[in-house]
């Protein structure tokens, strides 16, 4: 081998060597100065906010709450969101940015009683719950179908979304009967069984009548021979004890 090929060789063996140093100096160490102090972030979500506080400081990190916001699937005071996100990479004494939540939304059931079953529902989906179940129940006299009742009850809370149950009174009644004679008969035997019957006894009203029983009845309304619905009331006239 010739003097001139081994100079070559030599050339070339400190042209790469050059070239290496060159490549660590201006690409490889600057990668290194900058990636010294530098730690991956974690995980926050689900975390409390006083469990990522203690996380970022071992690390070398600041902890900084943007802001809070309702969250139905996260609990009060857990992180929600992160920025940066977890591992990315961040320099020591950086600032992480975290979303906390506020838990669900609670809202109160509003009052409805009186509405019709379209209008509960507007108020009620307005106010950011559901309409739960309906029960209707037929009610003597009622001019039109209205809610009566509501469960949970009016300015109870609930969690946004849940739902609430209606009771609603439907126009109509029950059977019908004709109004008997009642007249001659016992008070308290004769109210026992209308309000078997469902009838009601409004009122009792007592006047002293020669000849006759205490507590015989004497008058009624409504007269014997009408027509008298299920639910509704009656008024009796009595004789008082001498």
Known sequence: MNARVVLKRVL????????GILAFNFIAMPMLVHQRGAVIVPDLRNSSESQATQALRRLGLHV????????????????????PRANESLKQGRTVTIITSLGPRTERVPDVTNQTLRQARGVI????????????VKRAGEQRDAVIATNPPAGEELREG????????????????????????DLFFVRDRLEKL?????????????????NT???????????????????LVASASN
């Open 162 to 185: 849940e739902s609430v149950d209606l009771v609603v009174a439907v126009a109509g009644g029950g059977a019908m009967y004709l109004m008997p004679d009642l007249r001659n008969q």
């Open 198 to 214: 469902g009838v009601r006894v409004a009122s009792v009203r007592y006047e002293a009548q020669e000849g006759v029983f205490p």
């Open 125 to 136: 989906e307005h106010a950011g719950l559901n309409i739960g179940r309906i029960s209707k």
């Open 64 to 83: 900084k709450v943007g802001r809070s916001e309702y969250d139905a699937q996260v609990p009060q005071g857990y992180v929600v969101e992160q920025s």
């Open 217 to 235: 009845i004497i008058d009624q309304r409504p007269k014997p021979g009408a027509r008298i619905r299920e639910g509704e009331s009656i008024e």
């Open 12 to 19: 070339i063996l400190v042209g790469l060597f050059a070239a």
